[in-house]
């Protein structure tokens, strides 16, 4: 079975686009909407809200980072990467991986360049994972345990991704229980199996992030709730302890090459 099979490609005047197939017949040009502004949204694509077909969407515009942003800023030499994530997210879904629904990833030409954007079916009431542990306490543990669930799918899948954190989980509370979704998996791909390094790669990064943002983030992980994570990728205990011991050995040579240590004296 063909994950991509679902979405159908559409080409109108300077514009490509992969549409799912239910909603193909209304064209690309909804797609490109106004946004209307996502409350709490993070990223620097200016994320936004948009319904087409009656389906409530959040579409991220494409926008580098880094010195290329500051040049090229949302302007890309293909609709590639769009479609790429688009494919991912369609993978990873039928591997039964919880990500958000893809529904879209469209292109407009300007110029020489594209202009990309994805759209996904938003979630309501979802929040970031860190708002998501500051607005209910009382499901703190519950969430930890969702989190690390939701990320081992993601890699006995085969994810890898440059830039894994805390902010790449919605979070919605189910009762007295939690369900994590994974968004934003810009530059991904799929090798499985993947490997070890790889995987505490990710995981060492996932924990930079919290280093480097906490004085930032509505809620930063306890270390109970961060070896309740690691309980759903490591069973046995002896194994999870001997992972805390060797990513925490890890981030420290991660941030101490990064020169960290240095900018926070």
Same mark, same amino acid.
């Given at each position: 079975?063909?994950?991509?099979?679902?979405?159908?490609?559409?080409?109108?005047?300077?514009?490509?686009?992969?549409? %799912?197939?239910?909603? /193909?017949?209304?064209?690309?040009?909804?797609?490109?909407? $106004?946004? =209307?502004?996502?409350? *709490?949204?993070?990223? #620097?694509?200016?994320?936004?809200?948009?319904?087409?077909?009656?389906?409530?969407?959040?579409?991220?515009?494409?926008? %580098? *980072?880094?010195?290329?942003?500051?040049?090229? +800023?949302? %302007?890309?030499?293909?609709?590639?990467?769009? &479609?790429? $994530?688009?494919?991912?997210?369609?993978?990873?879904?039928? $591997?039964?991986?919880?990500?958000?629904?893809?529904?879209?990833?469209?292109?407009? #030409?300007? *110029?020489?360049?594209?202009?990309?954007?994805?759209?996904?079916?938003?979630?309501?009431?979802?929040?970031?994972?860190?708002?998501?542990?500051?607005?209910?306490?009382?499901?703190?543990?519950?969430?930890? /345990?969702?989190?690390?669930?939701?990320?081992?799918?993601?890699?006995?899948?085969?994810?890898?991704?440059?830039?894994?954190?805390?902010?790449?989980?919605?979070?919605?509370?189910?009762?007295?229980?939690?369900?994590?979704?994974?968004?934003?998996?810009?530059?991904?791909?799929?090798?499985?199996?993947?490997?070890?390094?790889?995987?505490? /790669?990710?995981?060492?990064?996932?924990?930079?992030?919290?280093?480097?943002?906490?004085?930032?983030?509505?809620?930063?992980?306890? +270390?109970?709730?961060?070896?309740?994570?690691?309980?759903?990728?490591?069973?046995?205990?002896? $194994?999870?302890? =001997?992972?805390? %011991?060797?990513?925490?050995?890890?981030?420290?040579?991660?941030?101490?090459?990064?020169?960290?240590? &240095?900018?926070? &004296?």
């Amino acid at each position: 079975m063909d994950p991509f099979g679902d979405f159908v490609e559409l080409r109108q005047r300077r514009a490509i686009g992969w549409v %799912r197939r239910d909603l /193909a017949a209304l064209g690309l040009g909804p797609f490109f909407a $106004e946004l =209307a502004p996502l409350p *709490g949204a993070k990223g #620097r694509g200016g994320v936004g809200l948009l319904t087409v077909g009656g389906v409530p969407l959040v579409v991220r515009p494409f926008r %580098r *980072g880094g010195a290329l942003g500051k040049l090229l +800023r949302d %302007r890309y030499a293909s609709p590639r990467r769009a &479609r790429d $994530e688009l494919a991912l997210l369609a993978a990873l879904r039928h $591997e039964g991986v919880p990500v958000v629904v893809p529904v879209a990833a469209v292109a407009e #030409r300007i *110029g020489a360049f594209w202009r990309l954007r994805l759209c996904t079916e938003q979630l309501a009431e979802a929040q970031p994972a860190p708002a998501f542990l500051a607005a209910s306490p009382a499901l703190r543990r519950a969430a930890a /345990a969702a989190i690390g669930t939701v990320v081992q799918l993601a890699f006995a899948a085969g994810l890898r991704h440059p830039d894994l954190h805390p902010d790449n989980v919605l979070c919605s509370a189910r009762g007295d229980k939690v369900r994590a979704v994974l968004v934003d998996l810009d530059r991904g791909t799929l090798a499985r199996p993947l490997p070890a390094a790889d995987r505490d /790669a990710m995981l060492v990064r996932m924990q930079r992030y919290v280093e480097r943002h906490r004085a930032r983030m509505a809620a930063v992980p306890t +270390r109970g709730e961060t070896m309740r994570f690691l309980r759903a990728l490591f069973a046995d205990r002896g $194994e999870r302890h =001997a992972a805390w %011991r060797r990513l925490a050995d890890q981030l420290r040579a991660s941030l101490r090459a990064r020169g960290w240590f &240095r900018r926070r &004296r």
